[in-house]
């Protein structure tokens, strides 16, 4: 075991644009304002029918976890409120564990914006590399090294195609897809023309979920697949893409969009476009999505808990960083107030599934935390 500098603070926030240091060091992840994510989003996900959530369990402190992890969180990008939530959730679960989080990424969704985050947790001597692909591939190389300096490789929200890592997946990755699609047909009684409005297209999440869709889609013979436009999970580009869309299909029907910045941009733009006539579903988060609910402009969309996500993800690689569980199919491990989790293998990999997401509408909408 390395030696941890232990002045270091619990939460550092590196934002890193073109491999230029932007924000400094230190300033803590509160500060970067993610909404009070407490367990009980948790629970009334649970009231509302559907579950979030691990095998239960109360929350233990976990003895065999090694005091003094560090673990580098390297979202997808340091703005998106999604990713800020999620990454909330590692530090919840860091402070429990006694160790310390580092959040570091780009300011824009590539795999060259996350390379010199993968660096900088190298040159710190990280345990861990909690890590949302933006690319399955192009960040291979650099989690290579890091593994080859002895550091745990864990990805969340976006897988990786690189070998030796567990991947914390949200919900089944086939039933995210098939579910937006079955939602869609319900809004629109099967019938239709339908685009999705995606985050980056190299985004291993997003890809995976839109092929499910495709599949899906073959189930509606009158509902078509007309367009997949990408915005990056940037606001403004994903304006602009979805304004291309609604001009290139005039008689789009409806919108999917698996991506928080996707769909309430969407959403917003609908609310104040009343004449447009188009449904909108996808992955939301409540808090944003609620006012767009109330005024009618989405009848439903779904998601799970980032927070939660988050909060997995590092109890997965502290308790793989600590040598409490291997990675291996079977292999069980504690996640504090999620309860325990068990790492199954799918294809080449491995894998741990949160669980199954939640529909919000008009009957839940409000109540959510995140
Ligand atoms: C966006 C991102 C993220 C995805 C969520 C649902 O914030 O694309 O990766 O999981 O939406």
Redesign the pocket.
Known sequence: MRSINKTRRRVVLVTLAAGALVAATGVTASASAPPDTTPGGSEAGAAGGLSIGGEGGSVAPNADITEGLNIYFIP?DTQ?P??VIADAGGATAMDELGGSQVISSGTEDTAAAQIPSIQAAIADQADAIVI?GNDPDALCPSLQQAQDAGIVVVAF??DVSCADHLFIN?AETNNIGTAEVDYMATLLDGKGEVAILS?AAT?T??NAWIEAMKTQFEKYPDMKLVDVVYGN?DPATSLTVLQGLLSAHPDLAGIIS????GISTAAQYLSTHPEIDVQLTG?GLPSQMAPYVHDGTVKGFM?WNPNDLGYLAAYAAASLASGVVNLEEGGTFSAGKLGTYTINAVGDGFQVILGPPTVFDESNVDDFDF
């Open positions: 997808k998106n999604y990713e949302a929200d976006s949200q985050a985004a999440n997003q999970d698996p991506t928080t910045v992955l998601l």
